[in-house]
């Protein structure tokens, strides 16, 4: 009884912090372009503290030990990458979509295929978000149908965005971030205080698991550094085109607050996963066989906290995954409006209809389509790797042709896609996809547009 108060409590509050209706469809969707330093970090942060990436993590905690660190080090540099290369710009360009910047830059043509490509990418997202919710309840719930708890998921987070959009989302994305502030320490502390300040780690792992040098760990077959070092680079390449982020950088007030906001989260992002990993690890220790490594999370929340905040621990994970999803639906709506349809649905109303659409294709891919969570994540990154080169090209290169865009967008597509199906899951296609694709993009791109003619007055948007 204390534990469904504690829950009701937290997620009341935070859902009331973000209730608000929006005044406009400028408020809607860009929260009217003045978030100040501090709301925007704790958007940015809470953006990727979803339930997909904080359960995987956690596994590879449990499973890996402390050298899992590198997981949440994959943030820190790509988000690093994001401040130095595109925070600024992002922010100068100032449209809807980030899609835009390729129609105006190239050509309409390929605005519209890089939208339905994002699209593609974040129905993907979404559907493990949705998926990887489910799963935390799962255990609460035992005889409610899987599907029909992720309805009841998608729901309820549906409830919250709906009323004012990206305002409602940044506004309990500051909630969330003062209750994460004190649950992950909180979890971290405890597990510290159980295991007598982590000695029984050398118990639960190999020697080897313990350390953190990248060399030694190579091909480590808990957690190997050639895949960590492929997701670095797909980070890297991938983030600078995430519309949810790109919608919220346009939402800054000005190119400063974007840069530094950016730069901040990447090293709270960091901080706050490499708890829950070191948490995870130390739950090993305790718990020797789970089940499943997935289920770390909710295990530590179950078994470390008094009852109460057993709920409230919960409802700060439902929050942290409430807004994520409802930002990703949102850069959704946005993008559909600014790249496909027109004018006619950047109303409120029609936003809110866009956004229930992509509730439902979120449901039934969660549904029939998600089994590994992060594999999953993973794959969905093929078609914004692809857009890597005409991005940043845009920006920073006034040579870059459409047909060197257009170019290169293919062949990222064509590539990640024959990784994936010719190497393998089991084979590691993350490492050739990433460590030959992504200079093969940019060589592709730069070849086409020096042999093909410049458009008249083309050039960077960055300048």
């Known amino acids: ?29 860009v929260a009217s372009r003045d978030l100040t330093l501090l709301p925007l970090v704790a958007t940015l942060v809470m953006t990727e503290f979803n339930t997909s990436t904080l359960l995987a993590f956690a596994a590879a905690g449990y499973s890996a030990g402390p050298m899992a660190l590198a997981l949440p080090a994959v943030f820190l540099i790509g988000l ?11 922010k100068r360009f100032d449209r809807l979509s980030v899609a835009e910047l390729f129609s105006e ?3 309409a043509a390929l605005g519209r295929t890089a939208s339905v490509l994002l699209l593609l990418a974040m129905i993907g997202f979404t559907a493990t978000y949705v998926k990887s919710l489910t799963l935390l309840f799962v255990p609460f719930a035992p005889s409610i149908p899987v599907p029909l708890l992720a ?25 969330g971030f003062a209750a994460t502030l004190v649950l992950f320490p909180l979890l971290l502390a405890i597990g510290l205080w159980r295991t007598d300040g982590g000695q029984s780690l050398r118990l639960a792992f190999p020697a080897d698991q313990l350390t953190l040098s990248p060399l030694a760990q190579w091909n480590h077959p808990a957690l190997p550094m050639r895949f960590v070092t492929s997701l670095v680079v797909l980070t890297c390449f991938t983030y600078i085109a995430a519309p ?13 607050t974007a840069f530094r906001a950016v730069g901040l989260s990447a090293l709270l992002v960091f901080g706050l996963y490499g708890m829950i990993v070191l948490a995870a690890a130390l739950l090993r220790t ?24 057993r709920g409230a621990g919960f409802a700060v994970l439902f929050g942290a995954a409430l807004t994520t999803l409802a930002g990703v639906w949102s850069a959704m ?9 027109g004018a006619r649905a950047r109303t409120v109303r029609a936003q809110r209809w866009i956004i229930a659409g992509f509730a439902l294709t979120s449901w039934l891919g969660a549904t029939f389509l998600v089994d590994d969570i992060l594999n999953r994540l993973i794959l969905a990154n093929i078609p914004v790797a692809a857009l890597a080169f005409a991005l940043l090209a845009g920006f920073h290169w006034p040579r870059a042709t459409t047909a060197g865009a257009w170019a290169s967008v293919a062949v990222g597509v064509a590539w990640g896609i024959g990784c994936f199906v010719i190497v393998g899951e089991a084979g590691g296609y993350t490492w050739p996809w990433a460590i030959y694709g992504i200079p093969l993009i940019f060589g592709t791109g730069v070849v086409v547009s020096l042999v093909t003619p410049a458009h008249a007055g083309a050039r960077g948007l960055n300048q």
Not at 164 to 173: E, K, N, W, Y
Not at 244 to 256: H, S, V
């Open 286 to 309: 305790e718990q020797p066989s789970l089940a499943d490594a997935q289920l770390a999370v909710p295990t530590m929340i179950r078994s470390w906290l008094p009852s109460g905040l």
């Open 333 to 341: 709506g946005a993008m559909v409006a600014a790249d496909l349809v």
């Open 151 to 175: 309805a009841a998921m998608t729901l309820i987070v549906l409830g919250v965005v709906l009323p004012g959009g990206l305002v409602s989302i940044v506004r309990a994305d500051l909630a």
């Open 1 to 29: 009884m204390l534990d469904l108060l504690g829950f009701i409590t937290v997620l009341a509050w935070i859902a009331t912090i973000g209730l608000r209706r929006a005044s406009g469809p400028a408020d809607y969707t």
């Open 80 to 90: 690093a990458f994001y401040t130095v290369t595109v925070a600024r710009a992002w």
């Open 244 to 256: 949810w982020y790109g919608q919220k950088i346009f939402a800054a007030r000005d190119d400063r």
């Open 105 to 107: 830059r190239y050509s």
